[in-house]
């Protein structure tokens, strides 16, 4: 059971986790002495007989705030598979009531995040993709391709605006509501939008993106 879960789970595991599979708290202090699983942040365990991909340093680092926690912003959307890299800082949303403090190699984030607006995907909570589809391109400047590849993909616009709507106030919205309405001809790229604005100058109309 143990094994499968860390296999699921790229090798990453937290102490409630474990103590779900069986196994108390001086068993997992005899596994990282012996070196067998390695403390990432309090809480979260590494078993070294994976490998640490991104993913794992992903999990690990949301699992780090606890249960309640959420991947957003770049991170999400790598995990969602509309970014192709996974971000160097992981961004990651807590409650705001919740008081912690930012851990290494994260961007931390006090809101509280509406159900509609978070769900799981391979065992992480994530911010919810229409969500993050709106949000990730905000926070690495200039990568409309994070919207455009949901769109081509993934979601509708209407789907987009109504996320957007939802959380209005959150940090970036006022540079996500411009990237929509960029969006709202009907494009879902670069070379689309240029060609849009020609048509539009030399007054070509009847199109339909």
């Not at 705030?65 to 990651?92: N, T």
């Not at 960029?182 to 070379?191: E, F, H, Q």
Request: glycine share 8%; aromatic share 6%.
């Amino acid at each position: 059971m143990l094994d499968e879960f860390l296999r699921r789970h790229d090798g990453v595991i937290t102490l409630l986790q474990a103590r779900a599979a069986g196994l108390s708290q001086d068993a997992v202090n005899r596994l990282v002495r012996s070196g067998h699983w390695r403390r990432c942040t309090p809480g979260v365990y590494f078993a070294q007989d994976h490998p640490f991909t991104d993913a794992a340093r992903v999990r690990a680092t949301v699992w780090g705030y606890g249960p309640d926690a959420a991947a957003s912003g770049v991170a999400a959307a790598w995990w969602h598979g509309i970014v192709v890299d996974a971000p160097d800082i992981v961004e990651v949303t807590v409650a705001r009531r919740r008081r912690l403090r930012q851990q290494p190699g994260s961007k931390l984030r006090r809101r509280d995040l509406k159900p509609v607006d978070v769900v799981e995907r391979r065992g992480l909570r994530v911010t919810g993709l229409d969500l993050t589809a709106i949000e990730a391109p905000v926070r690495r400047a200039g990568s409309t391709a994070i919207l455009d590849r949901a769109l081509q993909r993934h979601t509708e616009l209407p789907k987009l605006w109504r996320a957007h709507l939802r959380n209005k106030g959150r940090h970036g919205s006022p540079r996500a509501r411009i990237l929509l309405q960029a969006a709202d001809d009907g494009t879902r790229s670069k070379a689309e939008r240029l060609l849009i604005r020609l048509l539009k100058q030399a007054a070509i109309t009847g199109w339909v993106a």
